[in-house]
């Protein structure tokens, strides 16, 4: 049985600034908080054999990885596939600024500069569907709260991949079998293309 821990990253310094961060150069890593989540996850991940270590470009997931995994010598793989969601103009924006530009716009509408949600979603699918591909059998992935939100909504079986799923925690691993991380990867490419 293959299995993918799916985490977000611990709370970075930008999470405590309230500014939003899409650009991997400007990511100033985790914050003493985010640092003791990311202990926390490698006290949950102790017993688990991990057989490689995926992450985004940002150095708050890398920081993580390293944390939650210290000690150990995993192989590691960087997909920018797993990015946060390109802002383009919003980039350093509050949060209250990001999410009063995206209410009430559809997810196929993209940020000024940047992506939409659909695109996104779409590298965010593909990203699952490489890392199926890999032959791993025990993979842990630490990326960002939409690709862990997305995937585990999808995976559920919803049509909305904002929800029931929405908050989801820094440095906590979400469990997906094979068949679960397939079924993440297609529900995010069907639901990426479903015109609202």
Known sequence: MRLFLLARHGESLLNVAGLVNADPARD????????EEAHDLGRQLAGIDIDLVVTSRFPR???????ALAGREVPSL????????????LEGKTIA???TWKRDRPRSDPFPGGESLDDAAGRYAGAYRLVLGRPERVVL???????VRYAINAAGGSDDLDRPVHDVRNAVPYLFDERGLGAAAEGIARLSLTVV
């Open 28 to 35: 100033e890593g985790l914050s003493p908080l985010g640092e």
């Open 61 to 67: 997931t890398h920081q993580t990885a390293a944390l």
């Open 78 to 89: 960087e997909l920018p596939e797993l990015d946060d969601v390109r802002v383009g103009e």
């Open 97 to 99: 600024e990001y999410r």
């Open 141 to 147: 992935v630490v990326c960002h709260e939409i690709p």
